[in-house]
């Protein structure tokens, strides 16, 4: 599950199925690699954070089940 913040204020959880089961560790590894791949690290004052690429709004976390 990857948290979104969207730039109107909402979060939003969006569910991403795995392509085989994995541990959790698996998990935060895969989900460092996927958020590098659909978003871009800003460091501008107070504009810190993951941005997606899609410009819907910053990656927040995930949640490994």
């Given at each position: ?13 969006e569910k991403y199925e795995l392509s085989r089961p994995?541990d959790v560790y698996e998990c935060l590894l895969f ?35």
């Amino acid at each position: 599950m990857i948290l979104v913040l969207l730039f109107n204020g909402t979060l939003i959880q969006e569910k991403y199925e795995l392509s085989r089961p994995m541990d959790v560790y698996e998990c935060l590894l895969f989900a460092d690699d996927h958020r590098e791949a659909i978003s871009t690290y800003k460091e501008d004052g107070m504009r810190t954070g993951w941005y997606l690429n899609d410009g819907r709004g910053t990656w927040q976390g995930v949640i490994c089940e």
